[in-house]
Structures are given as structure tokens and as C-alpha cells.
């Protein structure tokens, strides 16, 4: 087992700066979830395919078994993300500290506004990881419906001001790698604020493709934990092959995009295999 508080030492020294109920069932199948329950999705207009949000239809064990390894799933990620959350926010908070004013790159006396965007965005960040990934839980979601809507509004607007704060900042100051690493993670800043709007939007309508932007949503709110976990990965393997501490090695320069970009499209194969899967089925039934 790894320690994750030798690999949070490790990837400390990688920080980049800005750290960056219900809905109706579908008219066609039945509602899809993401855990311990089933559905018959009719392609991505009803959001989470079979495959990914319900499983094998059925009642009693199978079901309460699927919530099980649901809920003690997203309780191991919660608890794999602890030790980000608890730096992030406290870090955050030390805005005041005088011995982080004096060792930290990231406050600028000069500039308030964003430097209160670039602690603040730590802060908020920080509860973002913790809180997204409860949102996934499918009992949650059935039994109580208000606490998952209190807790969906939480989430899309702790990702708003999360992206908001640092791409206010990198556009007052950039970061430490240069337009590269600003692009990249400008990107990221861009795509969830995107995925929490959509995410919102559609949770108004009650439009069940919500959940397949909800789990965007997630992916990229565990973004700053991920990039993390890849940089101590990879000094535990390598030694930190291809980093510079200026972020310009060729392991940093393909970080900026790698620690979001495939794991969304991972997400977007998914999502789109089981409806594949069924035209390629039909297809082949019509020429039998």
C-alpha cells in the first residue's frame, strides 16, 4: 500500500498555482442511477446508459447488494481524497499566516483580488473533492431526494467559484509553467464551470440526462486530487522522470491536460458504448 502522506509530500513539491431529487423517468425505460438499481435506457437522451448506471434490473438482494458496493466504493474515494482536502483548505485558510505570506509564490501583496481568488479557490476546491463524489450515491438519491438536491446545488456552486477563482488568477498572473500549463489548466477552469452549469440546468428541467453531466462534473472535481496522485505515482516509479521545477519537462507539459482529458473520455465511451452496442445488435438482426 502506498503512503499516501509520502506521496502528498512528493506532490507537494509539484503544486501548480491555480489549484485548481430525482429527476422525472424518462418516457421510454425506466430512471437510471448510477448504483443499485436498473433501468432500460434509450441511448444518451436519457442519460447514464445501462451499463453504467444501472446494472441487471431486478429487486431485493441484487439491489440492496449494488447499493452496498456502491456506497462502500464512493466511501474508499472519499476517504483516498482526505488527505488533498484536509492541505487545500487548510492551506487556504492560512491566507493571513505570516509564514505563508512569506514562503508562499502564490500570495501577491500587490494584487488582493487575486490573491483572496487563488486561497479562496483552495478552500472551495478542497470541499469540492470531498463533496462531489457523495453525489453518486444511488440511495441517497431515492431516499432522500431533498438532502441530494441541497447537496447538488453544494457541489455546482463550490465548481463555479472553484473555476472562477482560478482563472482569475491566471489571468492576472499566469503560472509557473508558462502559457503551456495556463492553457491546460485554463481549459480545466472552462470545463467545470461548463459541467456545473449544464449539470444545474438540466436538474431544473428534471431532464434525466443531468446525471451523465453530473458524473462529468465529478470526474473533473477530483481533478486537483488526480494530478496530485499522478505526480506521486510517478516519482514513486520513475523518481520524476521527465519534471523540471519550472513545470517544463515533458511529464509536466503532458500533466496539464492528462490529469482530466482521458478520464473524460473514458466517461464519454461509456456513455456512448451500450447505444453503440444496441445499433450494432439491430443492425445485425436485419441481415439475419
Request: glycine letters at 12%; hydrophobic letters at 50%.
Amino acid at each position: 500500500m502506498w503512503d499516501s502522506t509520502a506521496i502528498w509530500s512528493s506532490s507537494l513539491k509539484r503544486t501548480f498555482s491555480p489549484d485548481v431529487g430525482p429527476a422525472a423517468a424518462n418516457s421510454k425505460g425506466w430512471e437510471p442511477h448510477l448504483f443499485g438499481t436498473t433501468c432500460r435506457t434509450p441511448g444518451l437522451a436519457a442519460g447514464f446508459p445501462a451499463a453504467i448506471s444501472c446494472g441487471v434490473r431486478s429487486e431485493g438482494p441484487v439491489r440492496r447488494v449494488t447499493s452496498f458496493l456502491g456506497v462502500c466504493l464512493i466511501g474508499l474515494l472519499v476517504l483516498s481524497v482526505w488527505w488533498f482536502v484536509e492541505h487545500a483548505v487548510g492551506r487556504g485558510l492560512r491566507l493571513a499566516d505570516p509564514d505563508e505570506i512569506a514562503a508562499s509564490r502564490l500570495y501577491r501583496a500587490e494584487a488582493p483580488l487575486s490573491t483572496l481568488a487563488i486561497y479562496g479557490h483552495m478552500v472551495v476546491g478542497g470541499l469540492l473533492t470531498l463533496l462531489a463524489p457523495l453525489q453518486l450515491l444511488g440511495p441517497v438519491r431515492r431516499r432522500l431526494p431533498r438532502l441530494h438536491h441541497v447537496l447538488g446545488y453544494t457541489v455546482a456552486g463550490l465548481a463555479l467559484a472553484t473555476g472562477i477563482g482560478g482563472l482569475v488568477y491566471i489571468a492576472a498572473h499566469g503560472t509557473i509553467g508558462g502559457a503551456w500549463m495556463s492553457a491546460g489548466f485554463g481549459l480545466y477552469g472552462l470545463l467545470l464551470i461548463g459541467a456545473a452549469t449544464q449539470t444545474v440546468r438540466l436538474a431544473r428541467r428534471r431532464h434525466p440526462a443531468h446525471r451523465a453531466w453530473a458524473a462529468r462534473l465529478v470526474i473533473l472535481a477530483l481533478g486537483s486530487w488526480i494530478y496530485r496522485m499522478h505526480y506521486g505515482l510517478w516519482h514513486a516509479f520513475t523518481g520524476g522522470a521527465g519534471t523540471q521545477d519550472d513545470f517544463g519537462g515533458i511529464f509536466d507539459r503532458i500533466q496539464v491536460f492528462a490529469f482530466y482529458l482521458p478520464y473524460l473520455m473514458v466517461l464519454e465511451l461509456a456513455l456512448r458504448l451500450p447505444a453503440l452496442l444496441r445499433l450494432r445488435g439491430r443492425a445485425a438482426r436485419a441481415t439475419t
